[in-house]
């Protein structure tokens, strides 16, 4: 991992994959700001137990609760004001999802249908303009645009099309603001909008307009970003932690990942995604910045 990670604001590391890229940069020694609907889910984690403050002060922890939700700006900002009492923020890590609601008409449902745009906007917009920014890692979805939807396998595709259109609206949200402060919406396979204020995007995830959000970057003042694509997250042991234990050197790694889009890609777990991430992605920052990528078995 790269050495000049040592202050991260998490958003969505309660669970799956932002808490398991955070006990991983953790045990790195890396200090976490994590902002936490219910802090109650921490304290009684054997696994995050060593990394809090003692009640008594006598240890002061890797680890900061602010107590709040994404999708309020005003705690979001808090949760900024705290990270930045630990120097500058190296890095965001933006996992934020909700739990989806299947339903036999529109597929998976999440309330609010524009969570994870919404809480991005809070994040950029509320992010201080006295500092650097800093890198942003976001998790996304393979099938979101047109040519990543046409990589499928055949069998997926009507999946993707019914069952997870509307959290795919969502994550198309996010990625163009992404795309947009990052300079490469673009090169991520989007068109440019209409609008120069920014185009709308149906079923209440962006309005006419957002570009013009007070507070949010400008077009490319926010370059150190990566959209992450999983494939179909699936839960399961870590392989690449098995490869390595095994001793056995292997001609194939445990996972694919390539900028834009992979081939057929069926499946992922929630542990290799954030295996990738601190030590594929954080170790070779150089190499993914900027760019959409994709991961899979």
């Not at 009507?158 to 997870?164: E, H, K, Q, R, V």
């Not at 992404?178 to 609008?195: C, F, I, Q, T």
């Amino acid at each position: 991992m790269s050495t000049s990670i040592k202050n991260v604001y998490a958003l969505g590391a309660s669970r799956n994959i932002g808490y398991f890229a955070a006990l991983r940069l953790l045990a790195k020694g890396v200090h976490i700001t994590f902002l936490l609907r219910s802090p109650a889910t921490f304290e009684s984690d054997p696994a995050i137990l060593p990394y809090l403050p003692s009640k008594d002060g006598s240890k002061q922890g890797q680890i900061c609760i602010v107590k709040g939700d994404a999708t309020n700006a005003d705690d979001v900002k808090r949760g900024w004001e705290t990270a930045l009492k630990n120097g500058e923020v190296d890095l965001v890590l933006f996992t934020v999802g909700g739990a989806p609601r299947m339903t036999l008409t529109h597929g998976a449902v999440i309330d609010p249908p524009n969570l994870c745009t919404h809480s991005i906007l809070n994040v950029l917009t509320t992010m201080p303009t006295s500092i650097s920014p800093p890198r942003i890692i976001a998790i996304t979805s393979i099938g979101t645009t047109h040519d990543s939807h046409g990589s499928l396998p055949f069998l997926f595709k009507p999946f993707y099309s019914t069952m997870l259109a509307a959290p795919h609206r969502d994550k198309i949200g996010y990625e163009k603001i992404l795309g947009h402060v990052s300079g490469k919406l673009e090169s991520w396979g989007y068109a440019p909008d209409s609008n120069p204020d920014g185009d709308d995007l149906p079923g209440g995830i962006l309005s006419k307009g957002w570009k013009k959000l007070p507070g949010l970057p400008a077009v490319g003042a926010v370059p150190r970003v990566v959209s992450l694509r999983p494939a179909l997250l699936v839960d399961g042991e870590c392989r690449a932690d098995e490869q390595a234990a095994s001793g056995k050197s292997k001609s194939k790694g445990p996972y694919r990942v390539q900028e834009g889009d992979l081939k057929n890609p069926y499946t992922i777990s929630r542990k290799d995604t954030a295996h990738f991430i601190v030590e594929g992605l954080l170790a070779n920052w150089e190499q993914w910045e900027g760019k959409c990528v994709s991961i899979a078995y």
